[in-house]
């Protein structure tokens, strides 16, 4: 097993001892953590992403942003090229389980990534130098392997920190990582 399969291993397993209670308690952390990191960027749009495997949940920003009028993407895979599109979601957007089980909108009216200013990336762990793991496939990565102005904030729960440098040529550095209890610049 490589570094990186060994760290996704563990970090999925400690993920997975999470109650439901327990991850709605910090689903409020994560909603304060980034009302404090919000007042510092500008932006109208934000890509999030639909909770799957007792990830950190941004459900509560989903809202916060709902109310206030920001527009909400969900991502998309893309399975021919492996990357992923982001596709509007509201109040009523009715959402369905893709291959993987992630939840994706089922009416797709997409936004092209240069408008796209904010978007959140869940991580299984994350490291010092604001580098993500993710669940292995790489969407996020390719995705994004060509830098646009777009904002990446990782999430994460404080325990998936890893303090080894694990990153690879391909990977992509987040801007910031926010965690429950903090935010990593």
Known sequence: MSIKENIRHEKRYERSLLSDAHISRLSDNFLSQWLKISKELSYNTVGLY???????????????????????LLPVIENQSKTLSFAKNNFQSKLLANKYGI???????????KHIDIVLVPCVAFN???????MGGGFYDRTFSKKTSTILIG???SFQFENISFQEEHDIKMDYVITQKEILK
């Open 128 to 134: 010092k130098q604001l580098f993500r793991l993710g």
């Open 50 to 72: 639909y909770p799957f495997d007792n990830e950190a949940s941004p459900l509560e920003i989903i809202n916060y942003l709902h109310s206030k009028n920001k527009e909400v």
């Open 103 to 113: 939840y994706e909108p089922k009416d797709k009216e997409f936004v092209d990534l």
């Open 155 to 157: 999430i994460a729960y």
